[in-house]
């Protein structure tokens, strides 16, 4: 039975696609909080103001974060969402969980919490909503001690890192990204549970180009695997494709006809940098200029894989759209050895230098990436020890004057004006 | 050169008691002293907190510091 009057979210469950509301509404029949829900929500839209009060003080002993205090300001009239907390949980590596673990967790936050939750937030968390301070102790024995799980990153933490299923089960993968992920995560437990920075700071880990985990669009430093050598061919699968015998993109789209496979209009035409072409039934790349998009590896997957010397480009400073708009990450390193032998040093070294120079840098509520735009490029090279190399440059210079430093000029600022002016007069 | 852990940490809480806003964030404890590095002086200020003599406060995506008296207690 309903608690409140809600026309306007009753309207949203009369679409074509399945509502939010209509979840809300079968929850609440097991967990009455959810009613308030509802009612502030559609108090929010008649009024059109939130009710939500911004943040709060609440989290467990000893973390600073994976704990979100949400309040609503009108607890009198929605007694059930006076606290409305929410709590991140980090997810398995690769999102690998059992249906048992599953139904655990979810025991977990019905016994404790609404029962709602979100799968999964940006960042890869299993995102927990709603539940009261008194309640966040006991949920938080019963997850560390029998579930053996922890909570995620919040705030300005190190979030909670999240990768592919990499070699696991991906014949591309070019590292192992779940080691990696899971090495890193280890390292950094202080990070990702206390507060550390000036505001909040992701890596995650793609295994190939295609980046599925969203690295470059999401994390302050993406480690996306790549190859140094060529792709490897395998010319008679090659042929196979062309006779149109083994299916294109793994047989993925083959829901309707789309004719005979066509190497040249579905591969070689749509090469972003036009590095392949075919010598008679010889397919043929120039891999001095393919940029790793995969498309040619995706259609083909039988004939084409990554190279095999493997690793990863390490780019810096995506982030989504709050200040100055969403920004893929930039290229940093185009090549680095991702291994486990030495406990992934180089890469840990590559990310304290930067949190060195951030942490002192940045400004409050800045990310990286918008640090690194204010200072520029060639500044977070130097920051970084790195050369900068042809694939650091954007675009072509618009600006005329080059300034030197003076250890770059021969002889350094320092001149003797006689000698220069018996050679060129005044 | 750099002050001592309890030094700083009495320079830290100061600065939180006495500044205008009750809540702030670890770059304003910078200042504290100058030649601390940051990390050093957000491991002294989380040791603080779990001594109770700061309390976090965060957004959700920002986390701020505070004297426990001074944050607004939501909860009343």
């Known amino acids: 039975m309903a608690k409140h009057e809600t026309p306007l979210l009753d309207q949203l469950e009369t679409g074509p696609w399945p509502s939010f509301v209509t979840d809300i509404k079968r929850q609440a029949e097991t967990k009455p909080e959810c009613w308030d829900i509802l009612g502030i929500l559609e108090l929010s839209y008649k009024e059109r103001i939130t009710h939500w009060k911004h943040g709060g003080i609440v989290g467990v002993f000893g973390y600073g974060g994976g704990i979100v205090g949400r309040y609503a300001d009108m607890p009198k009239e929605f007694p059930g969402v006076e606290h409305f907390h929410t709590v991140r949980v980090a997810q398995p590596s690769s999102k690998y969980y059992s249906t048992k673990n599953l139904r655990q967790l979810m025991d977990l936050w019905e016994k404790y919490g609404s029962g709602m939750t979100n799968f999964h937030g940006s960042t890869g968390d299993i995102i927990l909503l709603g539940t009261r301070t008194e309640n966040l102790e006991p949920f938080f024995w019963d997850l560390t001690h029998d579930m053996k799980q922890d909570l995620g990153g919040s705030g300005s933490n190190l979030r909670t890192p999240a990768n592919c299923i990499g070699q696991s089960r991906c014949e591309w993968s070019c590292y192992d990204t779940e080691e990696a992920c899971y090495h890193l995560t280890m390292h950094y437990q202080d990070e990702i549970h206390r507060p550390a920075f000036p505001y909040k700071f992701k890596f995650k880990f793609s295994g190939c180009p295609n980046d599925c985990v969203a690295a470059i669009a999401r994390s302050d430093v993406s480690v996306i695997g790549t190859w140094r050598d060529n792709i490897r061919i395998d010319q008679a699968a090659v042929k196979e494709y062309v006779a149109d015998n083994y299916p294109a993109n793994g047989g993925a789209f083959s829901g309707r006809d789309w004719g005979a496979f066509d190497i040249q209009k579905e591969v070689i035409n749509l090469c972003p940098t036009d590095c392949m072409w075919m010598e008679g039934e010889e397919l043929k790349i120039d891999d001095s200029e393919c940029t790793r998009c995969m498309h040619c590896i995706n259609v083909m997957p039988r004939a084409l894989r990554p190279g095999a010397d493997q690793g990863a480009s390490i780019c810096v400073g995506a982030k989504a759209p709050i200040l100055d708009g969403a920004q893929f990450s930039t290229l940093i390193v185009p090549f680095m050895k991702i291994e486990k032998e030495n406990d992934f040093e180089e890469l840990i070294d590559f990310i304290e230098t930067i949190w060195d120079w951030w942490m002192e840098v940045g400004k409050n509520r800045e990310r990286v990436g918008e640090t690194m735009q204010r200072v520029g490029l060639p500044t977070f090279l130097k920051v970084m020890g790195i050369k900068p190399i042809p694939q650091h440059v954007k675009e072509p210079r618009s600006n005329p004057y080059i300034f030197w430093k003076e250890e770059e000029v021969e002889g350094g600022f320092e001149r003797d004006v006689d000698e220069f002016r018996r050679n060129h007069a005044a | ?76």
């Open chain 2, 1 to 76: 050169m750099a002050l001592e852990i309890d030094a700083l940490k009495d320079a830290i809480e100061e600065k939180a008691t006495k500044s205008p806003k009750p809540q702030l964030y670890i770059k304003d404890f910078y200042k504290c002293d100058p030649d601390s590095k940051p990390r050093v002086i957000k491991n002294v200020a989380n040791e603080m907190v779990r001594e109770g003599r700061l309390m976090f406060w965060s957004s959700g995506s920002t986390t701020m510091y505070g004297i426990p008296s001074r944050i607004q207690n939501e909860e009343g």
